[in-house]
């Protein structure tokens, strides 16, 4: 039985008022999500939702509100994706969130 392979990853997005699927789980492969971190770098209030595929759309934040120039982590732990499962970010204004990701893929 071949040993598993780790591969570590990063992703930055920009949040969209229509929604970003920016990552989906390849096949035969486990991700752990070790960091989901939004940053408002607009000049207002923003409202940022972070979910998954898992079980349809389920929200891990909901119209979470970051202030101007603060972050916010958009997990409280560690998140297990499993194969087709997918991540999206979600704001209400176009460009005014970062979205900053690192994971691990275990095939």
């Known amino acids: 039985m071949p040993s598993a392979i780790n591969t570590f990853k990063s992703y930055a997005v920009d ?3 229509s929604g970003n699927t920016f990552y989906t789980t390849p ?10 971190q939004a940053t408002n770098v607009g000049n207002s209030d923003a409202n940022v939702t972070f979910y998954t595929s898992i079980n349809g759309n389920t929200e891990i934040t909901k119209n979470f509100t970051i202030p101007v120039g ?9 998140l297990v994706l499993e194969a087709g499962n997918s991540m999206s970010v979600l704001a209400n204004a176009n460009s005014i969130i970062k979205l900053t990701v690192s994971l691990l893929e275990t095939t």
């Open 70 to 78: 603060d972050a916010a982590s958009m997990l409280t732990g560690k």
């Open 15 to 17: 949040a969209t008022t």
């Open 27 to 36: 096949a035969s492969t486990t991700t752990i999500v070790l960091l989901a």
